[in-house]
């Protein structure tokens, strides 16, 4: 089996490790160890038979109830099978520009999308450690610009402050907003309350992560009108099932799982920060994300070899990002119990440098 691109491919994990998949624990997918909530899980079973209708391709109910959510007009969102889904129509349009500038190290699913339409990319470095990051624009040329706030796989934000004048300056910006449920309203960073003002502005969000739903997939871009139209022209007719469209319904109406979300969050991650930052070998950087980049003296692979195999626990390598390669490793925040887990095999194998 080839070594994946994405986190959480237990398929992968449990070949290493010689296991079942049912005995990995997963540090790899930053998910949401609290979900998904009992609500959508009741939603699903609910309208379990709802699988017997094809779903309108339009999708009203959920884009309605999504332009609540976000108090926008509903012809400003499109569900999506996962905000992966709509990266693809995003990035057919960025194919039509000069050059596309994107902030790296970067999620390998833009370099997927941009291949498959051979977008000519300017890779710009986020300084992981600092997080200073800028891009410059090329005013003879038409540009676009892919950025991802808060970014994976870094967990750094950017201010909104610091990207409104890249909406001046690009023909298209792609802002990828997986991760922005996590951060508390008084935090977040969202370009949503611009979107309107700019037509060249396109949002990518998940439900995926926030609600512990990546198998369901189900994602929503906010961009103009006119812009979203054309995707549900080129696209298949049906690309979000019935089960997704009840199950993201019920996710954004359930307020009480946020609320917990973001208690649990914030204290649970310090923990493992201060942790981590105990034992020599790891300088974990600040997050605002529901995982952390970790520095390593190890070589991220070794690490999470050994620990696949003596402690059935898999963590992300950095080698799918070029720029972090092995000197770095991400983990996803999870129970206090299993971060724990994780932090006593990860003393163990520091006090043990024999298996390094
Ligand atoms: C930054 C980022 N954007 C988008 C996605 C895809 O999310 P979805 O499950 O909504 O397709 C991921 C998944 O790992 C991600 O890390």
Same mark, same amino acid.
């Given at each position: 089996?080839?070594?994946?691109?994405?986190?959480?491919?237990?398929?992968?994990?449990?070949?290493?490790?010689?296991?079942?998949?049912?005995?990995?624990?997963?540090?790899?997918?930053?998910?949401?160890?609290?979900?998904?909530?009992?609500?959508?899980?009741?939603?699903?079973?609910?309208?379990?038979?709802?699988?017997?209708?094809?779903?309108?391709?339009?999708? %009203?109910?959920?884009?309605?109830?999504?332009?609540?959510?976000?108090?926008?007009?509903?012809?400003?969102?499109?569900?999506?099978?996962?905000?992966?889904?709509?990266?693809?129509?995003?990035?057919?349009?960025?194919?039509?520009?000069?050059?596309?500038?994107?902030?790296?190290?970067?999620?390998?699913?833009? @370099?997927?999308?941009?291949?498959?339409?051979?977008?000519?990319?300017?890779?710009?470095?986020?300084?992981?450690?600092?997080?200073?990051?800028?891009?410059?624009?090329?005013?003879?040329?038409?540009?676009?610009?892919?950025?991802?706030?808060?970014?994976?796989?870094?967990?750094?934000?950017?201010? +909104?402050?610091?990207? @409104? %004048?890249?909406?001046?300056?690009?023909?298209?910006?792609?802002?990828?907003?997986?991760?922005?449920?996590?951060?508390?309203?008084?935090?977040?960073?969202?370009?949503?309350?611009?979107?309107?003002?700019?037509?060249?502005?396109?949002?990518?969000?998940?439900?995926?992560?926030?609600?512990?739903?990546?198998?369901?997939?189900?994602?929503?871009?906010?961009?103009?009108?006119?812009? @979203?139209?054309?995707?549900?022209?080129? +696209?298949?007719?049906? %690309?979000?099932?019935?089960?997704?469209?009840?199950?993201?319904?019920?996710?954004?109406?359930?307020?009480?799982?946020?609320?917990?979300?973001?208690?649990?969050?914030?204290?649970?991650?310090?923990?493992?920060?201060?942790?981590?930052?105990?034992?020599?070998?790891?300088?974990?950087?600040?997050?605002?994300?529901?995982?952390?980049?970790?520095?390593?003296?190890?070589?991220?692979?070794?690490?999470?070899?050994?620990?696949?195999?003596?402690?059935?626990?898999?963590? +992300?390598?950095?080698?799918?990002?070029?720029?972090?390669?092995?000197?770095?490793?991400?983990?996803?925040?999870?129970?206090?119990?299993?971060?724990?887990?994780?932090?006593?095999?990860?003393?163990?194998?520091?006090?043990?440098?024999?298996?390094?």
């Amino acid at each position: 089996m080839t070594r994946p691109n994405h986190g959480g491919n237990l398929n992968w994990a449990a070949s290493i490790a010689n296991c079942p998949t049912s005995l990995i624990l997963d540090f790899s997918a930053s998910i949401n160890p609290l979900g998904p909530p009992l609500s959508v899980i009741q939603a699903i079973q609910d309208h379990i038979y709802s699988v017997k209708a094809y779903p309108d391709p339009a999708y %009203p109910e959920l884009t309605k109830a999504l332009a609540r959510w976000h108090q926008l007009p509903p012809e400003y969102i499109l569900p999506g099978n996962g905000s992966a889904e709509l990266l693809t129509w995003a990035a057919w349009e960025l194919s039509h520009l000069d050059l596309t500038h994107i902030m790296t190290p970067a999620f390998s699913d833009y @370099l997927r999308a941009a291949k498959t339409f051979n977008i000519k990319l300017n890779a710009c470095p986020l300084d992981v450690k600092t997080g200073k990051w800028k891009v410059e624009a090329n005013p003879a040329l038409t540009q676009g610009l892919i950025l991802n706030n808060p970014h994976n796989p870094s967990g750094r934000l950017l201010q +909104r402050e610091q990207i @409104l %004048p890249y909406l001046e300056a690009f023909a298209l910006v792609v802002v990828d907003e997986a991760f922005m449920d996590f951060l508390p309203s008084s935090e977040e960073q969202s370009l949503i309350n611009v979107v309107t003002d700019y037509p060249n502005l396109v949002i990518l969000r998940s439900l995926t992560k926030f609600y512990s739903l990546p198998g369901l997939r189900i994602g929503y871009a906010i961009a103009h009108p006119d812009r @979203l139209r054309r995707w549900q022209l080129w +696209r298949d007719p049906w %690309p979000i099932n019935t089960l997704a469209v009840h199950a993201a319904m019920a996710a954004i109406e359930d307020k009480i799982f946020a609320q917990k979300t973001l208690l649990w969050l914030k204290p649970t991650r310090e923990e493992v920060f201060s942790s981590l930052q105990t034992l020599t070998p790891f300088y974990p950087l600040p997050s605002c994300a529901n995982f952390l980049l970790v520095h390593t003296s190890i070589p991220g692979s070794s690490l999470q070899e050994i620990l696949l195999k003596e402690y059935q626990i898999l963590i +992300r390598d950095c080698l799918s990002f070029p720029e972090l390669g092995e000197n770095y490793f991400r983990i996803a925040i999870l129970s206090k119990e299993n971060n724990q887990k994780l932090l006593t095999a990860l003393t163990q194998v520091v006090a043990d440098d024999r298996r390094i």
